[in-house]
């Protein structure tokens, strides 16, 4: 199993900067090649936010967040970054990390075997 352990959620102002990170551990996780952050608004599917491949560092994004956030991981690869920059109201969201076996259709959630139990980020006008 995989164990996934979100942190650095919070209520921030508009244009403020968060990071996010999301601690990995069990005996499988060395078996998982994506790694990826979701988010859910409320009242919204969750949706794709970013994702990286553990292997070879490639990374994917969606349109509404290129150029404003990065993924990132530590040496390890056992801890997952979301830096978020000039966050914006419409950014508020429950943010959760997820973990998959595969680097196929990462924009899925249903790509992803593991996941975390989400944290909140909530941004003031």
């Known amino acids: 199993q995989v164990q996934l352990m979100e942190s650095g959620g919070g209520l921030v102002q508009a244009g403020d900067n968060l990071r996010l990170s999301c601690a990995a551990s069990g005996r499988s996780f060395s078996s998982t090649v994506a790694m990826g952050w979701f988010r859910q608004a409320p009242g919204k599917e969750r949706e794709f936010v970013a994702a990286i491949n553990r292997n070879d560092g490639v990374e994917a994004y969606a349109d509404s967040v290129k150029d404003q956030f990065t993924i990132a991981t530590d040496i390890p690869k056992t801890t997952l970054y979301l830096h978020m920059n000039s966050l914006k109201p419409e950014d508020t969201a429950v943010y959760y990390c997820?973990?998959?076996?595969?680097?196929?259709?990462?924009?899925?959630?249903?790509?992803?075997?593991?996941w975390g139990q989400g944290t909140q980020v909530t941004v003031s006008p």
């Open positions: 997820a973990a998959g076996r595969r680097w196929s259709l990462v924009e899925r959630a249903g790509a992803y075997d593991y």
